[in-house]
């Protein structure tokens, strides 16, 4: 092995890493039990560079939330609000196009949008929202909707999710979110989002995507109240659907920020943890190309050393975010895309720009 193993109890997991072969959930359990994180790193790294070499992609997006008003009360939730709510937001359409033409005008390729579940917008707002964002340029890609925002988006449209969704793939929607993953196992999820839908509903409308043609990101909120079994069941179901689609461009793994919520957890997981999941979802999850590692949940310097750990992405300038930062994170607001550059040229990795599907749009100079 070219990793040297302080923990020998990971040999024989580290000989099948070596030799391609896929891992099972006891191995991915014993990973992240294993103290030796230099190894794990190391082999996180070597899985990762036989994918991609020395690249590292970033993109030039914008994040916008059209509204954080949300039927539902998700405790983990430090985004929503409802309309009784000084400090909820609606976006019109016109504010939004705004927003989206400033960021245009910087180069950006990507807008991404999620919002909350709406009390009272109707379908066609969404629909108007998507045509008169891609009249801006029909080369500018939206990404949009999570999961739970498709099914309430059916609900309005009284649509089953295939309706729905070519409907707004016809408005100009080009790619779906992966937010709202959260832990897939019920009893987490009955803890921290009560309410929302079952694991089977979200893989669900992004199995139904795929199987339309298109492509979507998928995530995993770790390092509040599930165990390490809840996060391997969570990459098995999101590899298992990964094997039979193909549909996932990539997976971003987010870590918990506790700030205005009601999960009874004090502190966001230890960089530790955060690089020992990085590394065992590359490791496990052998059928994805590309693992993001989110700055604005992380750190931008953290995610650099997570490059060594199995990632082989940065996200992007992102210009605003609320999401996480209302939930507590002190991440800038923005990257320049100078500044991800960078970042990427201080590990020794040759820095790509990407588009939403991951794939390569330049060599950055």
């Not at 604005?296 to 990632?311: P, T």
């Not at 201080?346 to 588009?355: A, I, K, L």
Request: aromatic share 8%.
């Amino acid at each position: 092995m070219s990793v040297r193993l302080e923990d020998q109890g990971l040999a024989e997991i580290a000989s099948r890493i070596e030799a391609g072969l896929r891992l099972s959930e006891a191995d991915a359990v014993r990973l992240f039990q294993s103290t030796d994180l230099h190894a794990l790193g190391g082999l996180a790294d070597l899985a990762n560079r036989r994918r991609n070499g020395d690249r590292v992609s970033y993109i030039l997006n914008r994040y916008i939330n059209y509204s954080n008003y949300c039927i539902l009360s998700c405790q983990f939730c430090a985004f929503s609000r409802k309309k009784r709510n000084q400090d909820g937001f609606e976006l019109t359409i016109d504010q939004m196009v705004d927003k989206a033409r400033e960021a245009a005008a910087c180069g950006i390729t990507e807008l991404h949008i999620v919002g909350g579940l709406h009390p009272s917008l109707p379908f066609e707002y969404y629909l108007d929202m998507l045509r008169a964002l891609k009249s801006l340029d029909p080369r500018l890609q939206l990404k949009c909707f999570t999961a739970i925002e498709i099914r309430h988006l059916a609900g309005l449209a009284r649509k089953s999710i295939p309706e729905t969704l070519e409907l707004l793939r016809h408005a100009g929607l080009d790619a779906l979110t992966g937010g709202g993953a959260e832990i897939f196992r019920q009893e987490v999820r009955d803890a921290i989002a009560r309410g929302k839908e079952t694991a089977a509903e979200y893989l669900d409308v992004h199995r139904t995507w795929h199987r339309m043609g298109g492509h979507s990101t998928c995530t995993m909120l770790y390092g509040h109240v599930e165990s390490l079994e809840d996060r391997v069941d969570h990459l098995r179901q999101l590899r298992a659907l990964q094997d039979e689609t193909g549909g996932f461009s990539g997976f971003v793994p987010l870590p918990y920020h506790p700030g205005n919520n009601r999960i009874p957890v004090t502190s966001a997981p230890t960089g530790l943890d955060t690089l020992r999941t990085m590394a065992v979802s590359r490791l496990y999850l052998d059928n994805f190309d590309h693992l993001t590692a989110y700055w604005v949940g992380m750190g931008l310097k953290l995610a650099q050393v997570a490059l060594e750990f199995g990632a082989d992405d940065l996200h992007g300038t992102i210009l605003e975010e609320h999401i996480f930062h209302m939930a507590g994170a002190q991440s800038p607001q923005r990257q320049t895309e100078a500044d991800m550059i960078r970042a990427i040229r201080e590990t020794g990795r040759v820095p790509v720009q990407r588009d939403t599907n991951y794939q390569p749009v330049r060599i950055a100079k």
